[in-house]
C-alpha cells in the first residue's frame, strides 16, 4: 500500500483498503503491547453488590488502567473490604500494593445504581479520593469510565482521558461508515455510512460535532455534523477540490484546503460555511491543517520546498506567503497533529527503509522521537491529555486503530473482527471534566 502525503489524494488511499464483509457495527477488540519501566501497584476489589449489574464495574476500571502501560494490577483474591474500617492495610503491603480500590453499588428507585469508590493509599492508610455518582443502568460503561479518570488522575497527577470518544472510518466491501465509539472500543455507532469515501474526520472542540470529507456527490465535500441530531450542513463545496477540515480551538472556524483559486490552499470558513479567507499562498501543495491549541497559529503539510515537510504560519495576519518549516529529518514528514500544550506535535515521518511511523518533535529544541515499528502508519492524533497518539496502521494487509504512548513504551492495537479502519480521530474530554 502507498501512503499519500496530501489529503484530497488520500482517496486513492481509502479505494485501495480490502473489501471485507460483515456488520459495520463491528466491535473494537483491544490489545496491549509492552508497559512503563515503574508501572504503579494497584489493587481493585469488586465492588460489593456489583455481581447483580451488568456490565460489571471493577473490570472497565481495571481494563482502563492497564491500557495505558502505567498500572501494575494486583490480585485481590482472597480480601474483599468495601469499607475503608474493613482493610486491613498490612495484607495489601505484602501484596506489593501501593493503592487499592474499594467500592459498592447500591440499587436505588428508577432503575438507578449509586456507585461508590474509594481511593486508598496503602502506605499512608489513608483515603487519597473517592466518588458518589448515581446513574441509570444504561450508563454503567460511563460510569466505569468516570471512575478510571478519577483514579488516573489522583495516582499521575494528569487528566484521564477514559471517557473520551473516538472517531474513525470503518470500510466493509464497497460501503463505508463513519463511526464513533468510546476510547476504549465500545458503543460503537455507524453516524454515516456511503458507498463513496468518507475521510478526514474532525471533531469540534466541544465535542458535539464532527467535521468530515465525504465523495457522495463524487467530489470531495466537507462537512459539519451535530451528532445528537444527524443534521449536517455542507461547509465547503467549491468548485475543484474540498478537504481537511481542522477546527478552531473556540469551535467558530474551519481550517480546510481548497483548489478553488489554483492548487491546494488553506483557508478558513465560518463553521455556517460563510465568511471564506485565504490563510496561505505558495507555489506548492498546502494541505493538513492543525491548530494550535491557542488559536494563534496553524502547521501544515508543504511541498513548497521540494519535499512534504512540516511548516508553522500564523492565522493572525491573514492571508500569508511566508511560513516556518520544522522539520528537517528525513525528505517526508506529513499529517501533524498539536499536542494539548501546544510544545510538540505527532506527524508520520518516513525513514529509510521506506517506512512510514509515528513521530512526535519538540518544537522548541525540534527533537524528534520515532514512536513505531510498522510499515505504513497514518493520522496519527493526541488524546486530550497528551500521553497518548491514536493513529492507523496495517497489520497483513488490514487495516487497524493503533494507539501508542507518547514514550512509545506501550502500544495498542484496536481491531475488528471484520473490516478495514482507518482515519482516526481522538476527541475532547466530556464536559464534566
Not at 2 to 28: E, K, P, Y
Amino acid at each position: 500500500m502507498f501512503i499519500h502525503w496530501f489529503t484530497h489524494t488520500r482517496t486513492a488511499l481509502i479505494v485501495m483498503l480490502l473489501c471485507i464483509s460483515t456488520s459495520l457495527q463491528a466491535q473494537l477488540n483491544i490489545e496491549i503491547f509492552g508497559g512503563g519501566a515503574s508501572r504503579i501497584p494497584i489493587a481493585i476489589v469488586p465492588f460489593a453488590e456489583e455481581g447483580k449489574l451488568q456490565p460489571a464495574i471493577t473490570p472497565i476500571i481495571s481494563a482502563d488502567l492497564q491500557r495505558t502501560g502505567l498500572f501494575k494490577l494486583v490480585d485481590p483474591a482472597g480480601l474483599s473490604p468495601h469499607e475503608p474500617a474493613e482493610v486491613a492495610y498490612a495484607d495489601w503491603a505484602n501484596r506489593g500494593a501501593n493503592a487499592l480500590v474499594i467500592g459498592r453499588a447500591i440499587s436505588v428507585s428508577g432503575d438507578h445504581v449509586e456507585l461508590q469508590f474509594r481511593l486508598m493509599d496503602v502506605a499512608k492508610r489513608s483515603q487519597l479520593t473517592g466518588l458518589a455518582i448515581t446513574v441509570p443502568r444504561t450508563q454503567l460503561r460511563a460510569a466505569a469510565h468516570r471512575i478510571a479518570d478519577t483514579i488516573y488522575e489522583a495516582l499521575t497527577g494528569d487528566v484521564g482521558v477514559f471517557s473520551t470518544r473516538i472517531a474513525y472510518v470503518l470500510k466493509r466491501g464497497n460501503k463505508y461508515a463513519l463511526q464513533v465509539a468510546d476510547a476504549d472500543g465500545y458503543n460503537a455507532q455507524s453516524i454515516i455510512e456511503y458507498s463513496e469515501p468518507i475521510i478526514s474526520p474532525a471533531w469540534s472542540p466541544d465535542g458535539n460535532q464532527l467535521a468530515y470529507v465525504s465523495f457522495e456527490n463524487k467530489k470531495p465535500v466537507v462537512y459539519v455534523q451535530t451528532l445528537a441530531s444527524r443534521e449536517r450542513k455542507a461547509v465547503a463545496s467549491f468548485k475543484g477540490s474540498n478537504s481537511a477540515p481542522a477546527w478552531s480551538p473556540d469551535g467558530r472556524k474551519l481550517a480546510v484546503v481548497l483548489s478553488n483559486q489554483g492548487g491546494s490552499q488553506i483557508f478558513l470558513v465560518n463553521v455556517d460555511g460563510s465568511g471564506l479567507q485565504r490563510l496561505s499562498r505558495s507555489s506548492g501543495i498546502d494541505t493538513e491543517p492543525n491548530f494550535s491549541p491557542d488559536g494563534r497559529s496553524i502547521i501544515f503539510t508543504s511541498d513548497r520546498g521540494g519535499s512534504p515537510q512540516i511548516y508553522r504560519m500564523s492565522v493572525t495576519s491573514g492571508e500569508n506567503s511566508n511560513a516556518e518549516r520544522l522539520t528537517f529529518e528525513g525528505g517526508y514528514n506529513v499529517s501533524p497533529d498539536f499536542s494539548q500544550d501546544g510544545k510538540s506535535f505527532t506527524f508520520i515521518h518516513r525513514n529509510s527503509n521506506n517506512q512510514f511511523n509515528v513521530a512526535v518533535q519538540d518544537i522548541g529544541s525540534r527533537q524528534v522521537q520515532i514512536l513505531t515499528n510498522s510499515k505504513f502508519d497514518e493520522s496519527p492524533s493526541f488524546a486530550p491529555n497528551g500521553k497518548m497518539i491514536l493513529y492507523a496502521t496495517e497489520i497483513d494487509g488490514h487495516g487497524i486503530l493503533s494507539a501508542v504512548s507518547r514514550d512509545g513504551q506501550t502500544r495498542q492495537h484496536l481491531t475488528v473482527q471484520s473490516g478495514d479502519i482507518r482515519e482516526p480521530a481522538w476527541g475532547p474530554l466530556p464536559k464534566w471534566k
